[in-house]
């Protein structure tokens, strides 16, 4: 495979030089290898990390005001579960607060609104949501139990990219069984540390001016030099649907990523395109299962191309 440009090269090593260290790295790092070490037992368990929600851009050290990217993380929870089934061992790396694997039966805040007080000492599930909480708690306990669901999570594209890397290194070794699947809506455009100030903006002086410089492109060194024999799938999210497929399918060559998930913000719950250099899918959910999404469906197919690109690697 070829190298990325020096240029590349030099603007990704800045964005790493100069970003902020994460605070807990050698807790992050001890949590990877230890849950690779414990997936791989047994051998050649597939493992594959997806990325979720959006991520944020401080405009202040010591941030108070940010730029968001959006994604309610929905996807990479529903894409979490039925890699789950599928017997993969999943990283789900995640922005703070968003959706979570095994929650999308429960009410928005559970917490209040699962729960009754029959006497002062007694706490008890509504019995409306007594099935839904089941679930979720034994499906949720099983996965961390049998070392098929680490949950990292994020909140700035600094912790982001810095968290991928990681990840993308501590899973060098299970090469082909491996698989980045990118839901994640990553920030474009960030402030440089280095050019941002420390303190709360000052407001009452006028319009505010922020140069924003481009994040630098990380699928490209993902692919060639932090985990070139992963299956690697990225994601393009589009508002005109005019120009998505041929959004994607430039990113499908620029990254030469296995396939791009392609989808329409209005429709993404409905629909995708799987772009890839086998042709052009539409996956949905099935009309006639009312509970279906079509994370079940998109899935079922990444999970047998990657089976396919496992089979090919070994030839
Ligand atoms: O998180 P969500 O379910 O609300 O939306 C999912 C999505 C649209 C963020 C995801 O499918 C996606 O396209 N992610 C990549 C976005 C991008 O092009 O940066």
Same mark, same amino acid.
């Given at each position: 495979?070829?190298?990325?440009?020096?240029?590349?090269? =030099?603007?990704?090593?800045?964005?790493?030089?100069?970003?902020?260290?994460?605070?807990?790295?050698?807790?992050?790092?001890?949590?990877?290898?230890?849950?690779?070490?414990?997936?791989?037992?047994?051998?050649?368990?597939?493992?594959?990390?997806?990325?979720?929600?959006?991520?944020?851009?401080?405009?202040?050290?010591?941030?108070?005001?940010?730029?968001?990217?959006?994604?309610?993380?929905?996807?990479?929870?529903?894409?979490?579960?039925?890699?789950? #089934?599928?017997?993969?061992?999943?990283?789900?790396?995640?922005?703070?607060?968003?959706?979570?694997?095994?929650?999308?039966?429960?009410?928005?805040?559970?917490?209040?609104?699962? +729960?009754? +007080?029959?006497?002062?000492?007694?706490?008890?599930?509504?019995?409306?949501?007594?099935?839904?909480?089941?679930?979720?708690?034994?499906?949720?306990?099983?996965?961390?139990?049998?070392?098929?669901?680490?949950?990292?999570?994020?909140?700035?594209?600094?912790?982001?990219?810095?968290?991928?890397?990681?990840?993308?290194?501590?899973?060098?070794?299970?090469?082909?069984?491996?698989?980045?699947?990118?839901?994640?809506?990553?920030? =474009?455009?960030?402030?440089?540390?280095?050019?941002?100030?420390?303190?709360?903006?000052?407001?009452?002086?006028?319009?505010?001016?922020?140069?924003?410089?481009?994040?630098? #492109?990380?699928?490209?060194?993902?692919?060639?030099?932090?985990?070139?024999?992963?299956?690697?799938?990225? +994601?393009?999210?589009?508002?005109?649907?005019?120009?998505?497929?041929?959004?994607?399918?430039?990113?499908?060559? #620029?990254? #030469?990523?296995?396939?791009?998930?392609?989808?329409?913000?209005?429709?993404?719950?409905?629909?995708?395109?799987?772009?890839?250099?086998?042709?052009?899918?539409?996956?949905?959910?099935?009309?006639?299962?009312?509970?279906?999404?079509?994370?079940?469906?998109?899935?079922?197919?990444?999970?047998?191309?990657?089976?396919?690109?496992?089979?090919?690697?070994?030839?």
């Amino acid at each position: 495979m070829s190298s990325i440009p020096g240029l590349v090269e =030099d603007e990704i090593s800045s964005f790493f030089e100069s970003s902020p260290p994460l605070k807990n790295m050698e807790e992050i790092v001890e949590k990877l290898n230890g849950f690779i070490d414990s997936s791989s037992q047994g051998g050649g368990r597939r493992i594959v990390c997806v990325t979720s929600g959006g991520t944020t851009v401080p405009l202040e050290q010591r941030c108070v005001r940010y730029i968001d990217n959006f994604s309610s993380g929905n996807r990479g929870a529903a894409s979490t579960e039925n890699f789950v #089934k599928a017997g993969y061992a999943v990283i789900f790396l995640y922005r703070r607060g968003t959706c979570q694997p095994y929650c999308r039966s429960l009410p928005d805040d559970p917490f209040l609104e699962c +729960f009754e +007080f029959p006497d002062k000492t007694n706490i008890q599930v509504h019995a409306s949501h007594l099935e839904a909480v089941k679930m979720a708690v034994m499906d949720q306990q099983a996965a961390v139990a049998e070392a098929r669901l680490l949950k990292l999570p994020f909140s700035t594209i600094y912790e982001y990219l810095q968290m991928l890397r990681l990840i993308a290194m501590a899973l060098k070794d299970v090469g082909p069984c491996s698989m980045f699947y990118l839901a994640a809506a990553v920030s =474009d455009f960030y402030v440089p540390w280095n050019s941002m100030t420390e303190h709360k903006i000052e407001s009452g002086s006028g319009p505010l001016d922020i140069r924003l410089a481009q994040v630098p #492109k990380m699928l490209s060194i993902l692919r060639t030099n932090w985990a070139p024999k992963a299956f690697c799938i990225s +994601f393009k999210l589009e508002t005109d649907s005019k120009i998505l497929i041929e959004k994607a399918t430039k990113a499908l060559r #620029k990254y #030469k990523v296995h396939a791009v998930v392609a989808n329409e913000l209005s429709t993404r719950k409905e629909e995708v395109v799987v772009v890839s250099s086998n042709g052009n899918v539409v996956v949905r959910c099935d009309p006639d299962k009312p509970e279906s999404i079509v994370e079940d469906n998109l899935i079922r197919l990444i999970v047998d191309r990657h089976s396919t690109y496992i089979k090919e690697s070994h030839t």
